[in-house]
C-alpha cells in the first residue's frame, strides 16, 4: 500500500491584504504539518487574494506575492510537505496567474494557468495571459532578492507535472478543469495520480452539483486523486466564494468542507491508499491502450517519497454523501457570510436597514438575523476571531462577548419604519413584529412632514401642486409624488445611519441595507437614488420567486414565525393612497408578474436572446396558454421597459451576487444603458412572424374537415393591465 495523506483548505483571503493572507496561509500549513499530511494545497491567488482585478496590473502587487513567498521559503513552513501556493508571476513581458509549488524550501515548478476564466463575472484575460506552450517546460529566472534568499537561480516554469519516487502530482487550475479537453485527461494517461485544483470560486444558487460533478467525472473511468481547493467568504466585492474544498478518489467523495461558514481557514484532510488508483486504470483496458500510445507531457524529477508505508494504525478515508444544501438554506447562509466579512472588514458598528414590513426587506431583515444566529454559534464553538470581532463591532465591556443572538442583533442593527399616509397598519404591524423576533433596534418614523414641505416648495416655485391619479391626477404627476416619498426614505436612512451611533455614544457608522431584488432591477422597478440605493444590498441578486419560498422556509428554521405572514401579502409599493376600490399591487403596476420576469431574465442573459429570438422560445413555452400576437405583446412590454430603465443599472447598489440572470452593470451584465426603446427593427420582425404564423392558424382552422374550428387555447397568462404606469419609472 502507498498511503497518502493530503489536505485542503478553505481560506478566508482579502484581495490586496498581503498580512491577512499570509497568516491564514501560515494556519493552513500548520494544520496540515501537524495532521501529517504530506500535500497542502490553497485556493487560486491565495497569497493576493483572487479577486484584486485591476491591481494585479500594478507591479506592486506582483512584488508583494513575491516577499510573502519569499517569507515562507525562508521559514520551516514548506519543511517535509508539498505546498501550492497561487499567485501572480510576470515571465519576461507577460503576466500569468500561477501555482508555485514549494518543497523543503524550493520551488520546484511553477504552473501557469493555460485556461482563462474570462465570462460572467471573470475577466481574467484583462489581467494575464494564457500559457500556451505545451511540450516543454522552459527556465523561469527567479526575481534577484528571491535567488538571493533561496540560493536558487531559476525554476522549470510551464505545463507538466511532478515526478516523486512513488508518485506522480500535478496542477489543474480552477476554469481548466471545466474546458472541453482538460488537462487531466492526459495528464492521467502519464502516470499522473494526484490532481491539484486551486479555485476561486464563486457562490450561486444551485451550482454546487455541476462542480461537484465535474471532479467526480474528472476521476472515475481514469482514476486518481482530485483535490480541490477554494476561496471562501467576501474578498472584497460582489462575489461570495462558497469553498466546499474536497478531495475526490476514483470517483468518490471523501472528504468535503463547508460551504458557508464565518471561519478564516477550515482545513480538509483524507487518507488514501494510491494503490486504489493504480488497481482502477490497470484493469481498465481502453486505458492502458490509450496510455500506451499518450503524447508525452514534461515533468518535474524530484527524488523524494511523499507516501508512508503499510500502518495498521493508519484508517483510509472513505466514500461519503455529497451535503447539499437547499436554495432557501443557502440564501440564508450565504449572504448572511458575506454581511459579516463586509461588516468586520469595513470598519462600520452595524447595519440600517430601511424595513417595510414588504418581502423583500423583510428578507434582508431574516439575513442579519441568520448572521448573528451564525456569529453566536461559532463563539459558542470556540472561534477566537469571531469572538474577537464580534466584542470589538459590537462594544462589548471587557469579559463580555455576545451568547444571544437577539441581544447582538440590538446591538449592531437597526430597523427603520419609513411610514406615510400611504402606508397601512398591516405593513407597520409586520415590521414591528419582525423586528422584535430578530432583535433589531426599531425606529417607526413618519415621512409625511417632510413630503409636505417638499411639495409646499414645489408649489411656491411654481404655483401648481401635484395630485395622485386616483384624486384626479395625471400619470407625471402621480409617479412624481411616489419619487419623492421613495428619494426621502433614501435621504434619511443614510442620516440616521451616521448620526444614530453618535446618538447612541458609540463610534463608528453603520452601512445602510439595499432591499431590491434581481427581478425588479431587471424591469428597472425602483426608483433612482431612493431607498434601494443604499451601501451594499444582500439580496439584489435573488429572484423574487426565491425570496417567497426562503421567507416561508425562515419562518420555521430561523424561528421568525411573522415571515410567513409577510410572505402571504400581495407586494406593494404603498406609494398611492389607499381607497376602498383601489390598492396598489407591484406586479399590476409592473405590467408584469415576477414569475414572467424570471422567464425573461434567464432569456435575455443566460440564453443570450435578443426581441425575435425571445419571442420564438416563448411561443413553445407558452403556445397552449397565449396566442402569437399575446406572446409578442409581452415581449415588447417587457424590452420597451428594460431598456427605459437600464440606465438604473449603473447605479445600482453592490450586490451579493447569487443569480445567472442578473442585470448588474458594472461587474456581470454588460450592456449598454441608452437604448432606442421602439426597437423597430427587431419589433417589426416579431409582428411579420406573428402575421406568418396568425396566416398558417387560419390556414390550418380552414382545412380540418372544412370546419371552422378554432385550434388554439385561450386565457392563462394574459396581459396584466398596467395600473398607473410604472410608479418608480423616472431618472
Not at 431612493?530 to 441578486?541: K, L
Request: charged content about 20%; proline content about 4%.
Amino acid at each position: 500500500m502507498r498511503l497518502l495523506k493530503v489536505a485542503t483548505c478553505n481560506l478566508n483571503q482579502w484581495a490586496m491584504d498581503f498580512d491577512c493572507n499570509l497568516s491564514n496561509i501560515k494556519e493552513s500549513i500548520a494544520e496540515a504539518k501537524a495532521a501529517g499530511a504530506m500535500i497542502r494545497l490553497g485556493p487560486e491567488l491565495e497569497i493576493t487574494g483572487y479577486g484584486c482585478e485591476d491591481h494585479f496590473l500594478e507591479l506592486d502587487t506582483v512584488a508583494h506575492a513575491w516577499e510573502c513567498l519569499k517569507e515562507l521559503l525562508l521559514g520551516d513552513w514548506t519543511d517535509g510537505i508539498l505546498c501550492s501556493f497561487g499567485m501572480p508571476v510576470i515571465k519576461d513581458s507577460e503576466r500569468y496567474n500561477c501555482q508555485v509549488l514549494c518543497l523543503n524550501r524550493k520551488i520546484i515548478m511553477i504552473r501557469p494557468k493555460m485556461w482563462l476564466a474570462n465570462d460572467g463575472n471573470y475577466r481574467e484575460l484583462r489581467w494575464f495571459t494564457a500559457w500556451k506552450s505545451k511540450d516543454h517546460l522552459e527556465d523561469f529566472h527567479l526575481p534577484s532578492e528571491v535567488s538571493d534568499a533561496l540560493s536558487q537561480t531559476t525554476v522549470p516554469f510551464g505545463y507538466g507535472y511532478v515526478q516523486f519516487l512513488d508518485t506522480a502530482v500535478a496542477a489543474e487550475v480552477c476554469e481548466e478543469l471545466f474546458t472541453p479537453q482538460p488537462p487531466h485527461a492526459e495528464l492521467a494517461l502519464n502516470g499522473v495520480e494526484v490532481f491539484m485544483n486551486a479555485s476561486g470560486s464563486h457562490h450561486q444558487l444551485r451550482k454546487l452539483d455541476l462542480r461537484n460533478r465535474a471532479f467526480i467525472s474528472a476521476t472515475h473511468t481514469r482514476g486518481g486523486v482530485y483535490m480541490y481547493s477554494n476561496h471562501q467568504g467576501c474578498d472584497g466585492g460582489r462575489l461570495y466564494y462558497d469553498g466546499c474544498s474536497c478531495v475526490v478518489v476514483n470517483g468518490d467523495m471523501v472528504a468535503q468542507g463547508s460551504q458557508f461558514s464565518l471561519k478564516d481557514v477550515e482545513m480538509v484532510f483524507a487518507q488514501i491508499d494510491l494503490d486504489a488508483v493504480a488497481s482502477l486504470r490497470s484493469s481498465v483496458s481502453s486505458f492502458q491502450e490509450q496510455a500506451s500510445c499518450k503524447a508525452k507531457v514534461p515533468k518535474v524529477f524530484v527524488p523524494y517519497k511523499l507516501c508512508q508505508p503499510f500502518n495498521l494504525l493508519m484508517s483510509l478515508s472513505s466514500p461519503l454523501k455529497i451535503r447539499y444544501h437547499s436554495p432557501e438554506e443557502e440564501i440564508a447562509l450565504g449572504p448572511a457570510c458575506w454581511l459579516w466579512d463586509y461588516l468586520r472588514r469595513s470598519g462600520a458598528s452595524g447595519f440600517l436597514l430601511p424595513l417595510s414590513g414588504g418581502a423583500d426587506s423583510s428578507s434582508v431583515a431574516a439575513i442579519v438575523g441568520s448572521m448573528c444566529q451564525l456569529v453566536v454559534k461559532e463563539i459558542a464553538n470556540g472561534d477566537k476571531q469571531i469572538k474577537a470581532d464580534a466584542i470589538r463591532i459590537g462594544h462589548y465591556a471587557d469579559g463580555q462577548f455576545p451568547t444571544d443572538s437577539k441581544e447582538f442583533a440590538k446591538r449592531i442593527f437597526y430597523t427603520v419604519f419609513m411610514g406615510s399616509e400611504n402606508s397601512s397598519e398591516a405593513t407597520t404591524t409586520r415590521a414591528k413584529m419582525l423586528a422584535d423576533e430578530v432583535g433589531s433596534w426599531h425606529l417607526n418614523v413618519s415621512i409625511d412632514g417632510v413630503v409636505s414641505s417638499l411639495i409646499s416648495l414645489f408649489q411656491t416655485l411654481t404655483g401648481k401642486r401635484p395630485r395622485y391619479k386616483v384624486d384626479g391626477g395625471s400619470n407625471i404627476e402621480n409617479l412624481g409624488l411616489q419619487n419623492i416619498q421613495a428619494r426621502v426614505r433614501m435621504v434619511l436612512a443614510f442620516m440616521l445611519a451616521s448620526l444614530l451611533p453618535w446618538v447612541h455614544n458609540k463610534s463608528g457608522f453603520y452601512l445602510v441595507l439595499g432591499s431590491s431584488n434581481v427581478d425588479e432591477g431587471l424591469r428597472g422597478y425602483l426608483t433612482k437614488y431612493d431607498c434601494s440605493s443604499a451601501d451594499i444590498n444582500p439580496i439584489g441578486s435573488i429572484s423574487k420567486m426565491d425570496l417567497r419560498t426562503f421567507l416561508k422556509w425562515a419562518a420555521v428554521h430561523l424561528g421568525y414565525s411573522s415571515l410567513a405572514e409577510i410572505e402571504a401579502a400581495p407586494p406593494t409599493a404603498e406609494l398611492e393612497p389607499i381607497r376602498a376600490n383601489y390598492s396598489q399591487l407591484d406586479e399590476v403596476d409592473m405590467g408584469m408578474t415576477y414569475e414572467e420576469l424570471s422567464v425573461y431574465g434567464r432569456l435575455r442573459k443566460i440564453f443570450r436572446c435578443g426581441p425575435l429570438s425571445m419571442f420564438k422560445n416563448l411561443c413553445y413555452k407558452w403556445g397552449t396558454k397565449l396566442t402569437p400576437a399575446e406572446v409578442a405583446d409581452k415581449v415588447k412590454y417587457f424590452f420597451k421597459y428594460y431598456s427605459i430603465n437600464r440606465h438604473k443599472m449603473t447605479v445600482l447598489t453592490p450586490s451579493y451576487h447569487a443569480e445567472s440572470y442578473s442585470p448588474e452593470d458594472n461587474r456581470f451584465d454588460l450592456r449598454q444603458f441608452l437604448y432606442n426603446v421602439r426597437w423597430p427593427y427587431q419589433f417589426r420582425k416579431i409582428d411579420e412572424l406573428v402575421n406568418e404564423l396568425d396566416g398558417d392558424k387560419v390556414a390550418l382552422t380552414k382545412s380540418i374537415d372544412g370546419e371552422n374550428v378554432n385550434v388554439t387555447a385561450d386565457g392563462g397568462m394574459g396581459v396584466v393591465a398596467a395600473g398607473s404606469g410604472d410608479p418608480r419609472a423616472g431618472f
